[in-house]
């Protein structure tokens, strides 16, 4: 590696004292933090050794556990299909033409960089793996464009914005979905909260003031913290291969092969899937509609079939979707459990941890300070247990709980969660594993410039949750 590249990562000018420390941080949790799965058993471990302290017996609490285990089920697969699907969407052939022809419209490097957050924190409002997949392919594309002389880096950090700073807020977030969907949520947490509706939570116009908000500030941060052209360090000077040439599209090689390269049964599947998405949107509101995660899937997955047009090439891009759902697979049933194990292993005569721990939110918070209490400790503790919002059935037993004692706005106390869990992705590289393996770059390549966003992101969201709850009513709990 150049010089130049040397300088640019051990503290330039553009990398001052916070990026250095950042790096720092970066390389430390490459080499310290472990997968997420052992994150989520040393959760298990806590939670009982806690239930045990609470005078739960260790029969009932091995029970809880195991009753719960399976309660995510329909969950887990549902959040498996928001992944694929947003691949499988980001990764078609008229995506890649799209961005191509988007790529040509910045005229320099910041320019470039300021134009990847904005696509990729929009995007993230509808899907959280289209706006990873399809920033990171925009990155790659403005990066053959030489001329611009962009930073590959302050790019990269750009299209991991949507992740980072907005997608919980959109219609991707599994907290929100899980809260809309009866049939998703165990019934020891649908008998806290109730179902709470996606007018209560991410169609809020409160929900919507602060993702504008955070979509602006990022955005001004990333254009004004991206170096200029004297200082860019570029793919080239990174060694990054950017592939110029697209591999040649795959053509049959049997007879048995021609329905997969045929559009026939691609447009039977996406007719009778069109037909059913137009009578569920005509016969029900419109905002119920998208709130079932079933729906939501079902329709991505037709769009996606639709743009990848043969069938073959449809199930390739699946394919290379499945790896990255294993996390999901792995560790949702362990929050089940958790969950199980917080609601269900009640001690002799008393209450569950649930309980317990939502008296001592109650006494630590009073209705102005809950959505600035819980958002700080919903970020500090998404840097322990990065689980892409699988995180909300470990805390929602007791957030909601606390919630309802103190007559705060439940679909609020859900946002409040939502704005603070995408907070620690900025600085945790276990998110970002997908986005740097697309890039070829690591982790500490990139986390200077999210770090810096982070600082700034973080007082703008306690901020606003604090000063948006006074603008909402309480509602009791709706239990099916």
Known sequence: MNRHVRRAKDGTPEAGLLAR???????????????????????????????????????????????GYWSLLTFTMQQVMVLVSGYVIASSPPAAR??????????????????????????????????LMFGGLLVRAMA??????????????????????????????????????????????????????FTETIFLWQSGLLALVLIVVASTIAYFSAPGRTHAVTARMLGVD???KAAPPARPERPGDLLEFSPVLTILVVALSAGWLVEEFSTKNPILAISNLNTYNFALLTLGLLLHWHPRSF????????????????????????????TGAVADGGASLATRLAEIFTSLCTKESFPVVIGIYSAVLGFFIPS???????????????????????????????????????????????????LG??????????????????????????????????HPPVVP
Do not use: H
């Open 144 to 197: 053959r464009r030489e001329e611009l002389c962009m930073d590959y880096r302050a790019a990269a950090a750009a299209a991991f914005l949507g992740l980072g700073a907005t997608w919980a807020l959109g219609l991707s977030s599994s907290a929100a979905q899980l809260q809309a969907n009866a049939a998703s949520l165990p019934k020891p947490l649908l008998a806290i909260g109730g179902v709470i509706p």
């Open 21 to 67: 420390v950042a790096l720092a941080f970066a390389a430390w949790c490459e080499r310290w933090f472990p997968d997420a799965y052992v994150f989520a058993t040393l959760a298990i471990g806590v939670v009982a050794l806690a239930a045990l302290a609470n005078g739960a017996p260790p029969s009932r609490v091995a029970r809880a556990f195991g009753d």
């Open 441 to 474: 770059l690591k982790a500490r390549d990139i986390v200077g410039f999210t770090a810096i966003q982070l600082v700034f992101l973080a007082p703008v969201v306690l901020f606003m949750l604090f000063a948006l709850a006074g603008t909402l009513t309480y």
């Open 242 to 244: 950017l592939g110029t």
């Open 98 to 131: 799209l961005i191509d022809k988007i790529a040509s419209l910045p005229r320099d490097g910041r320019g470039a960089v300021l134009f990847i957050a904005l696509v990729t924190m929009l995007l993230s409002l509808v899907n959280w793996a289209i706006s």
């Open 315 to 342: 199930l390739d891009a699946a394919a290379k979707a499945v790896p990255a759902t294993v996390g999901i697979v792995i560790q949702f049933p362990l929050y089940g459990g958790i969950t199980g194990i917080m």
């Open 388 to 438: 892409g919002g699988g995180k909300w059935i470990l805390e929602a037993p007791y957030v909601l709980k606390a919630a309802v004692e103190l007559e705060m706005p439940l679909g609020w106390a859900v946002q409040t969660y939502n704005a603070a869990e995408a907070l620690p992705n900025l600085v945790n590289p276990f998110f970002m594993l997908m986005l740097i393996g697309l």
